[in-house]
């Protein structure tokens, strides 16, 4: 249900379901066809880690023309691993624009706009709704997931667009998987909370660590937030185990990039 692409030198992941939506167009980016090199290598989108802001620039222009986008269009946050929702709706962009947002999901109906979040581990979870063409990306990370992120995300479309969750498509791109996710207790009970969790997490050998499926929980999510088991799919690849195809925050010891997870509506969005 997913398929890596290639466009000029850029490498990305598509969901095949989300393909069909003519009215919108997203990529799950991966590491390579940027500028960047060493740690960073290649198509870095964030400079907090010790890249050079050139390269990160330059990233951007060669994102933007593989998708004969402007720079301008891409609309990014500042994620802190919480619940916060931005809402972009007929707000005047170029405030929000200059903005220090500090939030961990997007939601817009606004045509021209591709909303992206950055990840090297984290869960990229993206959100359409097929009737009223509306569009929502997602980043759990353990903290996020703890705090039901994505299924707020879900509430959101419904309180703010009278999105129906029936009508939903739910896109998890590559994240750290169960195969390389060891977490420590404090992690297992932020995320058990009251112990309707516990099936996400598998417990290793050593007492009081568990290896964490962050994509798994963040399914469960969306179906409890209505989102019909058809309509969720997950591209099940471990970002620390294809480190040579996406920055892995564990699998690259805590030294690397960020690669870019995008969606933006066409501007013909009624297609």
């Known amino acids: 249900m997913f398929q890596l692409l290639k466009k000029s030198s850029v490498e990305?992941?598509?969901?095949?379901?989300?393909?069909?939506?003519?009215?919108?167009?997203?990529?799950?980016?991966?590491?390579?066809g940027g500028v960047s090199d060493g740690n960073f290598a290649s198509l870095n989108f964030s400079e907090r880690e010790g890249d050079t802001s050139d390269n990160v620039r330059q990233n951007w222009k060669v994102i933007a023309e593989t998708f004969n986008l402007q720079v301008e269009q891409f609309f990014v946050v500042h994620q802190v691993h919480g619940d916060r929702i931005l809402i972009v709706d007929h707000t005047n962009i170029a405030l929000i624009k200059r903005q220090r947002h500090q939030v961990d999901a997007i939601v817009t109906d606004r045509p021209g706009l591709a909303i992206g979040i950055k990840t090297a581990d984290c869960v990229p979870v993206f959100l359409a709704d097929r009737a009223r063409r509306i569009?929502?990306?997602?980043?759990?990370?353990?903290?996020?997931?703890?705090?039901?992120?994505a299924a707020k995300t879900v509430t959101a479309f419904a309180e703010t667009f009278s999105s129906r969750p029936a009508d939903m498509i739910a896109?998890?791109?590559?994240?750290?998987?169960?195969?390389?996710?060891?977490?420590?207790e404090a992690v297992f009970n932020a995320v058990t909370g009251d112990?309707?969790?516990?099936?996400a997490f598998i417990p290793c050998r050593e007492e009081g660590k568990w290896m964490l499926d962050l994509p798994s929980a963040n399914r469960r999510?969306?179906?409890q937030a209505g989102?019909?088991?058809?309509s969720v799919f997950s591209s099940d690849i471990c970002t620390s185990c294809r480190k040579g195809i996406f920055?892995?925050?564990?699998?690259?010891?805590?030294?690397?990039?960020?690669?870019?997870n995008f969606m933006m509506l066409n501007e013909n969005k009624t297609v």
Request: net charge positive; aromatic share 10%; charged share 20%.
């Open 195 to 199: 112990g309707s969790w516990e099936s």
């Open 221 to 223: 999510q969306l179906l």
């Open 171 to 184: 896109a998890i791109g590559p994240a750290i998987g169960p195969c390389c996710y060891e977490v420590d």
């Open 247 to 260: 920055f892995s925050h564990r699998g690259d010891g805590g030294k690397t990039g960020r690669q870019i």
């Open 12 to 32: 990305y992941l598509e969901s095949s379901v989300l393909s069909r939506c003519k009215f919108l167009v997203h990529a799950f980016c991966t590491r390579r």
């Open 135 to 149: 569009i929502g990306v997602v980043h759990a990370g353990w903290r996020g997931t703890a705090l039901n992120i």
């Open 227 to 230: 989102i019909p088991p058809e």
